[in-house]
């Protein structure tokens, strides 16, 4: 297939970039190139010939037009959005804007480009979320695909309103759209204001090593490859219309994780004291949900998709990912906001 993939130099949508690539298909990737993107994460296909990059933003409408007419692509997989729930305490408009306005705007486009084309059914628009759309856990019970709606983060509302979007759009209009939503990713190329890789760099840099309230909230993580691979399992064999929740099944403490990854620094990068000496509890994120947690059984019995990466597999091959690659995370130590506490505004 020819796939579009929105928000390709990201975290995730890179990921999915390299697999597709790596699986025989035509990307294009189209990014705005916001704070959080980098094309060094897509650097090693960017001089392949099944590879092209545009600069554009998704709520550029004639811009998304011109995008869908020289390209033709067979599917969108639209992973572009802001996603960092702190940013989007302190600023919660750019979430709104990018989030619906640019998903809709997305969808109008894409929904023109399919008409234009004859509504072929092959095509797919993929819509990308997460399971923070459904709100919190108690220490029991897990999200499954027909989990009201309850987001508690000015983030979250924005996802909930666009997977709305989504559904809207091919129940009113027909266009054959698929929702995923997928738990905590981790892996190679996270961008450095997120849990895992401010652990990593704190600890490497010898400052406090923050944590939220007692450490407590729980979640269920993703390595992020084996998102990717689930997000094109479900691009393929997903029936148009459904929804998908995407687990990785390991769910863990916030502490639990901050420990093992100082545990595994303390091997891979030893010094005189250990790194979890570094650890300090902070005030809490306001409206911080306490636990998440996918219940994966129809991806898994519909598909036959299930995560093959662990948790403590995944947390030592992230571990290594950043040891090895101190260039990548040093160039983004100064974007705005690495390195600040956010979200304090409420």
Not at 40 to 50: H, K, L
Not at 65 to 86: G, W
Request: hydrophobic residues 40%; glycine residues 8%; aromatic residues 8%.
């Amino acid at each position: 297939m020819k796939l579009l993939v929105t928000g390709g130099a990201g975290f995730i949508g890179s990921a999915v970039v390299r697999l597709a690539i790596a699986r025989g298909h035509d990307v294009v990737n189209l990014d705005a190139l916001t704070y959080a993107a980098c094309l060094d994460n897509v650097a090693s296909v960017a001089g392949n010939p099944a590879y092209s990059f545009e600069h554009a933003d998704i709520r550029n409408r004639p811009a998304l037009d011109r995008i869908f007419t020289a390209h033709k692509p067979d599917a969108v997989l639209h992973l572009a959005a802001e996603s960092h729930v702190d940013r989007s305490i302190d600023g919660p408009i750019t979430f709104i804007e990018t989030n619906v306005t640019g998903t809709c705007t997305l969808l109008e486009a894409a929904r023109g480009y399919w008409h234009e084309a004859g509504r072929p059914e092959s095509f797919r628009f993929h819509h990308v979320s997460t399971d923070e759309v459904y709100g919190s856990l108690g220490a029991d019970g897990e999200f499954t695909e027909d989990t009201p709606y309850s987001p508690n983060s000015p983030y979250s509302a924005s996802k909930a309103a666009s997977d709305h979007l989504v559904r809207a759009w091919g129940e009113t209009y027909g266009l054959p759209v698929l929702l995923t939503n997928c738990s905590n990713n981790y892996g190679p190329y996270h961008f450095p204001e997120k849990l895992i890789p401010v652990v990593i760099l704190n600890a490497l840099a010898g400052k406090s090593i923050p944590v939220y309230g007692k450490g407590e909230n729980v979640r269920d993580w993703l390595y992020v490859e084996d998102h990717a691979d689930a997000l094109l399992t479900v691009l393929s064999k997903g029936l148009p219309g459904r929804s998908y929740n995407i687990g990785g099944e390991n769910e863990a403490r916030n502490i639990d994780i901050v420990t093992a990854i100082c545990a595994l620094l303390d091997a891979k990068r030893p010094k005189a004291v250990p790194y979890a000496n570094q650890i300090t509890f902070v005030t809490d994120r306001p409206g911080h949900d306490a636990r998440y947690a996918i219940d994966p059984q129809r991806i898994r019995s519909e598909l036959g998709w299930r995560p093959s990466v662990t948790l403590e597999e995944g947390l030592a091959r992230t571990v290594d990912w950043y040891l090895d690659n101190e260039p990548w995370w040093r160039a983004l130590q100064n974007r705005s906001g690495v390195g600040a506490r956010l979200g304090l505004r409420a």
